[in-house]
Structure formats: structure tokens, C-alpha cells
């Protein structure tokens, strides 16, 4: 089985201020890792992905993750954040080579930025 | 594009009522799938369908049954409506990139609310 653990609820920062929002998952195989991310009263859309290969996978808008396989995490980065990047933010993993179904997504972290 | 269409987007019914969410996509994908939302739970997969003909239980199935209607589009019913099945709805979508690879198109939402 796998599991997502994100581990903050909600992260409020300033704007420019950089962020980190944490994500730590569990599996007993390869992994696919995900970010997505929920704007308010929308779905959720990909934000990023590590599929294999360089372990930092980046974003059309400035955010980053690292894919960090002795620490089992893959936490999301920003080094500016603007208040459009306000949002609700889910980490989510599935098992390369296992069943194409089985994405398990994070309960989620609430980013506010205020000005 | 208009990518993930559900329909409706709010919905209120009382308890023991019956309805039918709907959701169809133009994007050609194969798989489909019907999530709900729950403050502080993250996204549960309800059901799913790899392919036209063919839906497998999620996490959540409880409640609730599908019908993939052709390709396009693929609908949830709720047959007898509980307070518990108060929540967001998401259907998505996906083209099949290889196991765990998948990435999901999904669309806005429809609230429901069972008083």
C-alpha cells in the first residue's frame, strides 16, 4: 500500500516571502510523484510531475520539487510567491509499474499569501 | 478546448432522493474517473473506468454507481441520497501513459448537499 503524508494543513506567508510546503510518501515500489494544485472553486490541475530522470522537475510558474528517494519526500518550492499563487496545493503518488488507477492524493495544504 | 465538463455544478436534495452527476470530455482519453472532496480528507476515488466499457471500484464506492456511456462520457448516480454523501464532486480524466504515469485532466466540480 501508499500513502501521502503532507504535513502542514495551511502555510500563510507573506508575498516574495519563499515558501516549502512538505510532502512525505510511503511505498514498497517505485514511485511516480505528483504536485497539483486547486485554485478556489476550480479543479485541480498538474502542476508539476517526477516521472524518472533528474530528480528536480520545475514549473512554468516558479515553483520547484526534488524528488528525494532516502527521505521518501518530494516537498514543493518557491523562492518568491505572488498572491495569485494562493491556493490549495495536494501532493500525490503512484506506483510505477503497478496499476494505472492508483494515484493516492495528500489531504492537502492551503497556501494564503498575503500582501 | 473545453477539456472536463461535469454538469450540474450545485445541486441540493434530500435525503433518500436520487440523481445523476454528469461528465464528459473531449480530450480522446481512455480512463475516467469520479472523485469526491472533503475538507481536511484530500480527493477519494469513488469509481473509475480504463475504457469504454469497463468501471472498477475506487476507495469510496459505497452509495454510489457509474455507467460509462461511450468514450466521452461518464456519469455517477447516486441512487438514494445520504447526509453523508454531502461533498465535491470531480470527474476527471487521462490518457493511459504507462502504469502510475497517468495524468488527470480534471474539471470544475459540482457541490452537493444532502439535507
Known amino acids: 500500500a501508499q500513502s501521502v503524508t503532507q504535513l502542514d494543513s495551511q502555510v500563510p506567508v507573506f508575498e516574495e516571502a519563499p515558501v516549502e510546503l512538505r510532502c512525505n510518501y510511503s511505498s514498497s515500489v517505485s514511485v511516480y510523484l505528483f504536485w497539483y494544485v486547486q485554485y478556489p472553486n476550480q479543479g485541480l490541475q498538474l502542476l508539476l510531475k517526477?516521472?524518472?530522470?533528474?530528480?528536480l522537475v520545475e514549473s512554468i510558474n516558479g515553483f520547484e520539487a526534488e524528488f528525494n528517494k532516502s527521505q521518501t519526500s518530494f516537498h514543493l518550492r518557491k523562492p518568491s510567491v505572488h498572491i495569485s499563487d494562493t491556493a490549495e496545493y495536494f501532493c500525490a503518488v503512484s506506483s510505477s509499474g503497478g496499476s494505472n488507477y492508483k494515484l493516492t492524493f495528500g489531504k492537502g495544504t492551503l497556501l494564503t499569501v498575503n500582501p | 478546448n473545453a477539456g472536463v465538463t461535469q454538469t450540474p455544478k450545485f445541486q441540493v436534495l434530500k435525503t433518500g432522493q436520487s440523481m445523476t452527476l454528469q461528465c464528459a470530455q473531449d480530450m480522446n482519453h481512455n480512463s475516467m474517473y469520479w472523485y469526491r472532496q472533503d475538507p481536511g480528507m484530500g480527493l477519494r476515488l469513488i469509481y473509475y473506468s480504463a475504457s469504454e466499457g469497463t468501471t472498477d471500484k475506487g476507495e469510496v464506492p459505497n452509495g454510489y454507481n457509474v455507467s460509462r456511456l461511450n468514450k466521452r462520457e461518464f456519469s455517477l448516480r447516486l441512487e438514494s441520497a445520504a447526509p453523508s454523501q454531502t461533498s465535491v464532486y470531480f470527474c476527471a480524466s487521462s490518457e493511459d501513459l504507462g502504469a502510475g504515469a497517468n495524468v488527470l485532466t480534471f474539471g470544475a466540480g459540482s457541490r452537493l448537499t444532502v439535507l
Open positions: 517526477y516521472l524518472s530522470g533528474s530528480t
